[in-house]
C-alpha cells in the first residue's frame, strides 16, 4: 500500500497540525489535511503508535465507530470469536458483537497519545484505505482515570511489540 504520507509536502501538513492541536481528534487532522487516519498515525511523535499483528479478546473496553456521521461508542468486554465465511465473528454475553470483514482489516495500530489533554491507549483496526473500521479505548474509571486492568493489558501489548523492534 503506497501512503501519501511519504509526500513530503503531505507529511508537513500533518505534523504541522498535530504540532497545533497534539491531543485532538485524528479523524479531524485527517480530514483537513486531505489524509487518511493511518497516515496520520504514522506521523505522531516517535513511541506514541505502533502496529499489532492481532487481537482477539480484551476486558472491558469501549468500542469507538468514527464516521464523518457518527461517533458511536458502546462499552463491555471485547469477546473472542471465531472465523467463518470471510468475517471474524465476535461472540459472547457482551453488547459488543457482530461480524467484522477480517479481509478488508488491513492493520491494527496500538496508538497511546494524549487526547483532549489526557493521556488516551487505544487499538486501532484500519482499512486498506488506511482509515478506522472502528477502534478499542481502555475505559475510564469513575474518576476519569484509565482503568488500571485494561491499561496494564495495553501496556504489556505495547512492550512485546516494541521488543520486537520499530513500527514502520
Excluded at 470469536?81 to 482489516?105: D, E, L, Q
Aim: charge should be positive; charged fraction near 15%; glycine fraction near 10%.
Amino acid at each position: 500500500m503506497m501512503l501519501a504520507a511519504h509526500q513530503p509536502v503531505l507529511a508537513n501538513r500533518i505534523t504541522t497540525a498535530l504540532a497545533a492541536k497534539p491531543d485532538g481528534i485524528l479523524e479531524v487532522v485527517a480530514s483537513q489535511c486531505g489524509a487518511s487516519l493511518l497516515e496520520v498515525l504514522r506521523q505522531l511523535p516517535k513511541g506514541n503508535m505502533k502496529l499489532l499483528p492481532g487481537l482477539t479478546a480484551w476486558g472491558d473496553v469501549l468500542m469507538v465507530i468514527h464516521t464523518p456521521d457518527i461517533v458511536l461508542e458502546c462499552t463491555g468486554s471485547l469477546p473472542g470469536g471465531t472465523r467463518g465465511h470471510g468475517y471474524f465473528i465476535i461472540h459472547g454475553n457482551s453488547p459488543i458483537g457482530g461480524h467484522i470483514k477480517a479481509s478488508n482489516c488491513a492493520m491494527i495500530a496500538l496508538v497511546d497519545r494524549p487526547f483532549h489533554g489526557r493521556r488516551s491507549c487505544s487499538v486501532q483496526f484500519l482499512n486498506r484505505e488506511g482509515n478506522a473500521m472502528f477502534k478499542i479505548f481502555v475505559r475510564r474509571t469513575a474518576e476519569r482515570e484509565l482503568d488500571p486492568a485494561p491499561l496494564a493489558m495495553f501496556e504489556l501489548m505495547l512492550g512485546r511489540i516494541a521488543s520486537d523492534g520499530p513500527s514502520p
